[in-house]
Protein backbone atom coordinates (compact mmCIF):
# COMPACT_ATOMS: atom_id res chain seq x y z
CA UNK A 1 0.00 0.00 0.00
CA UNK A 2 1.47 3.47 -0.88
CA UNK A 3 0.42 6.03 1.42
CA UNK A 4 1.23 9.55 0.45
CA UNK A 5 1.57 12.09 4.31
CA UNK A 6 0.37 15.39 2.54
CA UNK A 7 1.23 18.98 4.58
CA UNK A 8 -0.61 21.77 2.44
CA UNK A 9 0.92 25.54 3.17
CA UNK A 10 0.50 28.63 1.39
CA UNK A 11 1.24 27.84 -2.47
CA UNK A 12 3.11 24.55 -2.01
CA UNK A 13 2.68 21.13 0.04
CA UNK A 14 4.66 18.57 1.01
CA UNK A 15 4.52 15.62 0.52
CA UNK A 16 6.43 12.09 1.46
CA UNK A 17 5.52 8.52 0.39
CA UNK A 18 4.84 5.94 3.50
CA UNK A 19 4.30 2.15 2.48
CA UNK A 20 3.78 1.27 6.33
CA UNK A 21 3.03 3.89 9.18
CA UNK A 22 5.99 4.18 11.49
CA UNK A 23 6.07 3.61 14.76
CA UNK A 24 7.56 6.70 16.16
CA UNK A 25 6.63 9.41 13.61
CA UNK A 26 9.05 12.31 15.09
CA UNK A 27 12.33 9.92 14.65
CA UNK A 28 10.52 8.75 11.18
CA UNK A 29 10.37 12.44 10.07
CA UNK A 30 14.01 13.05 11.43
CA UNK A 31 15.37 10.29 9.29
CA UNK A 32 13.43 11.05 6.47
CA UNK A 33 14.70 14.61 6.84
CA UNK A 34 18.31 14.01 6.81
CA UNK A 35 17.70 11.96 3.68
CA UNK A 36 15.72 14.12 1.66
CA UNK A 37 13.11 12.28 0.85
CA UNK A 38 10.21 14.79 0.72
CA UNK A 39 8.50 16.27 -2.30
CA UNK A 40 7.61 20.17 -2.29
CA UNK A 41 5.29 21.07 -4.62
CA UNK A 42 3.12 24.49 -5.72
CA UNK A 43 -0.18 24.14 -5.43
CA UNK A 44 -0.92 24.77 -8.67
CA UNK A 45 -2.06 22.00 -12.19
CA UNK A 46 1.59 21.07 -12.28
CA UNK A 47 1.83 19.96 -8.42
CA UNK A 48 -1.55 18.06 -8.37
CA UNK A 49 0.05 16.19 -11.65
CA UNK A 50 3.41 15.65 -9.82
CA UNK A 51 0.96 14.17 -6.47
CA UNK A 52 -1.00 11.85 -8.77
CA UNK A 53 2.34 10.77 -10.76
CA UNK A 54 3.40 8.96 -7.14
CA UNK A 55 -0.19 6.97 -7.23
CA UNK A 56 -1.17 6.97 -4.25
CA UNK A 57 -3.86 4.52 -2.75
CA UNK A 58 -4.30 6.94 -0.07
CA UNK A 59 -3.33 10.26 1.28
CA UNK A 60 -3.38 11.65 5.01
CA UNK A 61 -3.59 15.57 5.42
CA UNK A 62 -1.19 16.55 8.16
CA UNK A 63 -3.56 19.47 10.19
CA UNK A 64 -1.49 20.26 13.07
CA UNK A 65 1.74 21.35 12.11
CA UNK A 66 3.89 18.28 13.35
Do not use: W
Request: glycine share 10%.
Amino acid sequence: MRIIGLDVGRGSAVLCCLDKFPINIQQYYKKLKRSQQFITVKCNEAGVDKLLSTQPDGIVIEPTGH
